[in-house]
């Protein structure tokens, strides 16, 4: 089921953003469908819906692939789709925030698109969306954090360096709240 929903986001974005002026829109519009589709289609918002997340994200990130685009701008735009769309079914926000910023490192690193970038563009995502809709920036923030380095773990390699490298050392994001996540996951581990 998971690989049918990277395939028809894959699908659904590639034709949203075919001839459109603003492709970001595009993709922010067709992840919020395909996320409030999939979470009704399912009536139900837990583990496996997050795996569902990852998979949109996935697929929207190699739907704008096909066509190129900025990963921080796609990956941000794919985030705060996802925000929209489990808002709008009334799903647990953070948890999503972790599977999308998930499912887009994996489609980045999938296409063989700079990972690094692609996080800083899901957390940056996160923390509007969570702006935008009234949710804590901070935790939306970790969750992406945590979301991104759960992927570039799965990814190998040096995966998980390269993504811990580039959330610190951005400007475009809040310092010291990005380091916190990265302590509080690396205390657990």
Known sequence: ???QIIEETTGAVTAAIQGVDNILEAVTGTVK???VNVLQGTGEIGASSVEAIASIADGAIKGVGQVGGSAIDTASNTVSGVVQGVTQVGGDVISAIRGGAQGVVQGTAETGG???QAAIGAV???IKAAGDTGGNAAEAAKAAVNGTLD???QVGGNAASTVREALL???ALPHDVIEAAIKGRDNKE
């Open 114 to 116: 700079d990972i690094g």
């Open 33 to 35: 469908n395909q996320v």
């Open 169 to 171: 050392n951005t400007a």
């Open 1 to 3: 089921m998971l690989k």
């Open 151 to 153: 992927a570039a773990i």
């Open 124 to 126: 940056q995502g996160a």
